[in-house]
């Protein structure tokens, strides 16, 4: 993984096998975002195995056999729909074919685990909320911003340990290198990726829910904006919203496309929480002119201030969760309610945004 190249953020963790190998079995499809790898490397060290891949294209399955090389090349997705080993498709197809690609995972007989966003329009989410109730099989997606980060997880024990008390409020700042001329068509055409509030503002408004402990949320405000790049005048390269939790806790995010060149790293991540006894800063990727690693928490208490330097002490425990919850039938990774409600939330803030003029 390079440190600057966000399109294919893959981290790798502290092996955590929750199965024996052979024990749960996944398909990998979809191959159209960089963001397959780091869902694929969340697997295997919870202990899955990766049986098949498949994609149309085979330059991206010779891409993706070069990072994990023991995976079988299917001749087509029903071969994987078809093997009753497979428990779990994993995709990262084009943000506006994933819930499609998602309903006909499910009603094959298998979970389904996306990239984010898993919807681009509030009519694909009514439609996935009706098939997951027909086929009692849950649609996952890859919030990467939270559960492949391993400041985040230990911001969230902090938070449930009840170190900073009740959380009143929280701002999260997403920004991301552009690196336009990496990109692929459809990364620029808002009806295929779904704006930015839809796309990497989904990342935002999940920890928002998960850290506050909201079931429910309201927007109050959003924007977004082309300010820098005409030749793509579909691209929104700034966005923003504000939110108020039913428990009364708010939220203040932007998203954008302008990390500079110099950055270590893709996007200087960090999200602020403030509680009623404490405060919490993650500073996810990188401690800007310090240290170039990642995974940095500042807490402060009333016992005093720590920081905290974490990369490689915590480790990502949703994956294992996720395989668990997929056996039994529980739901402790995260609930299927949880996952549908932060993607609503990020459709219509999208759905609501001012459209701020380029002129600037």
């Not at 397959?36 to 991206?60: C, F, H, Q, R």
């Not at 086929?135 to 911003?145: C, I, M, Q």
């Not at 039913?246 to 995010?253: H, K, Q």
Request: aromatic share 10%; charged share 25%; with cysteine.
């Amino acid at each position: 993984m390079v440190a600057k190249d966000g399109m294919n953020y893959a981290p790798k963790g502290k092996i955590n096998r929750v199965v024996q190998p052979g024990e749960f079995a996944v398909g990998v499809t979809a191959l159209d975002h960089g963001h397959i790898n780091g869902m694929t490397n969340g697997l295997i060290e919870a202990g899955a195995t990766i049986k098949y891949v498949y994609d149309p294209d085979p330059s991206k399955v010779k891409a993706y056999l070069e990072e994990f090389p023991d995976v079988q090349i299917a001749s087509s997705l029903e071969t994987i729909l078809d093997d009753p080993e497979i428990k779990l498709i994993a995709a990262a197809a084009v943000p506006a074919l994933r819930s499609e690609l998602g309903n006909h995972v499910l009603r094959s007989g298998k979970d389904y685990f996306t990239d984010k966003t898993g919807f681009t329009t509030l009519s694909q989410l009514e439609e996935t909320k009706k098939v997951v109730a027909e086929t009692g099989h849950k649609y996952w997606v890859y919030f990467s911003e939270r559960l492949h980060v391993e400041g985040a997880v230990l911001a969230g024990e902090l938070i449930k340990e009840g170190r900073i008390g009740k959380v009143i409020q929280v701002t999260g700042f997403g920004p991301h290198r552009l690196d336009k001329e990496k990109r692929p068509d459809w990364f620029f055409e808002k009806d295929l990726y779904g704006g930015i509030l839809t796309d990497i503002g989904s990342h935002q408004i999940e920890q928002f829910l998960y850290y506050t402990d909201n079931k429910d949320a309201k927007i109050l405000h959003s924007k977004v904006a082309n300010y820098a790049n005409p030749d793509k005048p579909e691209l929104e390269d700034y966005g923003d919203a504000t939110l108020v939790g039913d428990n009364g806790a708010t939220f203040f995010f932007k998203v954008d496309w302008f990390t500079p060149d110099g950055l270590s790293t893709w996007g200087d991540g960090r999200t602020f929480i403030t509680g009623t006894e404490g405060t919490i800063e993650i500073r996810k990727y990188t401690n800007v002119a310090t240290q170039a690693t990642g995974d940095h928490i500042f807490l402060v208490t009333k016992e005093g201030e720590e920081h905290l330097s974490v990369n490689g002490q915590v480790g990502f425990p949703f994956f294992g969760e996720m395989i668990l919850d997929i056996m039994h039938g529980t739901e402790k990774a995260m609930t299927q309610d949880h996952i549908f409600k932060a993607q609503e939330l990020c459709l219509l803030a999208q759905e609501q945004a001012i459209q701020l003029t380029s002129e600037i």
